[in-house]
């Protein structure tokens, strides 16, 4: 990425989350858009809620596995994440937002059970030059 690239200015600051857990915290805030209908302003609540759905609906039941190998192990997790952003300007908040938003909304362990059935991963087509023939 180049220099100028908001990710990579952030993780120079704080390298514990990988750029995936930005990238997704991101994505979530693009559902949470969606999820509540309007565009602006969403609640910490309203993003945790979309960053819950995106984690089970892409990971299943190894969402919990995925988030801890980005460091993600709870909501203040992504609330620090969330607030790089703000820092960066790659997000917006209200005077009222605060770190407290995120301060243990849900419990990871329960929010992302091991038990939610087959794991969902997305295919690529399959190129034919992987043949081992050729």
């Known amino acids: ?30 559902l949470a858009h969606e999820q509540v209908g309007r565009e602006g302003h969403v609640t910490g609540r309203e993003l945790l809620d979309a960053f819950r759905s995106l ?20 909501t203040d997790d992504v609330g620090r994440i969330v607030f ?3 820092e960066a300007q790659q997000m917006g908040k209200t005077d009222d937002d605060t770190m407290d938003d995120f301060h ?3 419990d990871f362990a329960k929010a992302f059970p091991a038990t939610l059935g087959e794991v969902k991963l997305p295919r690529k087509p399959r190129d034919p030059l992987d043949d081992d023939e050729i």
């Open 1 to 30: 990425m180049t220099d100028t690239d908001p990710i990579s200015s952030i993780r120079r600051r704080e390298p514990r989350y990988p750029r995936a857990a930005y990238e997704f915290v991101q994505e979530s805030l693009r």
């Open 55 to 74: 984690a089970l609906a892409e990971f299943g039941p190894l969402a919990r596995t995925v988030l801890a190998e980005w460091n993600v192990r709870t």
């Open 84 to 86: 790089l952003c703000v």
């Open 104 to 106: 243990a909304v849900y």
